[in-house]
C-alpha cells in the first residue's frame, strides 16, 4: 500500500527556516518525479518546487526562488525541502507528490498520481 508522508512543519518567526521531508512507502521512489505544492487558506494550490529522478532538474516558483532548495535521498526515500528566509505570505499547507510520467508539467498538479496529506507551515511573529 502505497503512503506518503510530510514532517517538519510547524511556526517560524519570519526569516526562520524550516526543512520540510516527504517520505514515500509502497513504492520506489527512484523512479519518481517529485514536486511540493502549497495551498493557503482561500486560495489555490500552487506549485512551489520539483525535483526529477535522479536529481537532474529542479525547478522553483519565482516566489521562491534563492530561499527554498529541494533535494532527494532515494536511499532513505525522502525528498526535502530546505526553507530559508520565510516570510509570512509562505504560510500554508505544504504538499509532496509524486510521479511516474517522464515528461512531466511541473507545476501542473494533476500530472502527479500520489499526494501526501500535507504538513502546516506557519510564518509569524
Known amino acids: 500500500q502505497w503512503q506518503i508522508v510530510e514532517s517538519g512543519g510547524g511556526l517560524v518567526q519570519p526569516g526562520g527556516s524550516l526543512r520540510l521531508s516527504c517520505q514515500v512507502f509502497?513504492?520506489?521512489?527512484?523512479?519518481?518525479?517529485v514536486g511540493w505544492f502549497r495551498q493557503a487558506p482561500e486560495k489555490e494550490r500552487e506549485a512551489v518546487s520539483f525535483?526529477?529522478?535522479?536529481?537532474?532538474?529542479?525547478n522553483y516558483a519565482n516566489s521562491v526562488k534563492g530561499r527554498f532548495t529541494v533535494s532527494r535521498d532515494d536511499a532513505k526515500k525522502t525528498v526535502f525541502l530546505q526553507m530559508n528566509n520565510l516570510k509570512p505570505e509562505d504560510t500554508a499547507v505544504y504538499y509532496c507528490?509524486?510521479?511516474?510520467?517522464?515528461?512531466?508539467?511541473?507545476?501542473?498538479?494533476?500530472?502527479?498520481?500520489?499526494w501526501g496529506q500535507g504538513t502546516q507551515v506557519t510564518v509569524s511573529s
Open positions: 507528490a509524486a510521479t511516474y510520467s517522464d515528461s512531466v508539467q511541473w507545476d501542473r498538479s494533476d500530472e502527479y498520481d500520489y
Open positions: 525535483i526529477s529522478v535522479g536529481s537532474a532538474r529542479s
Open positions: 509502497g513504492f520506489t521512489l527512484d523512479y519518481y518525479n
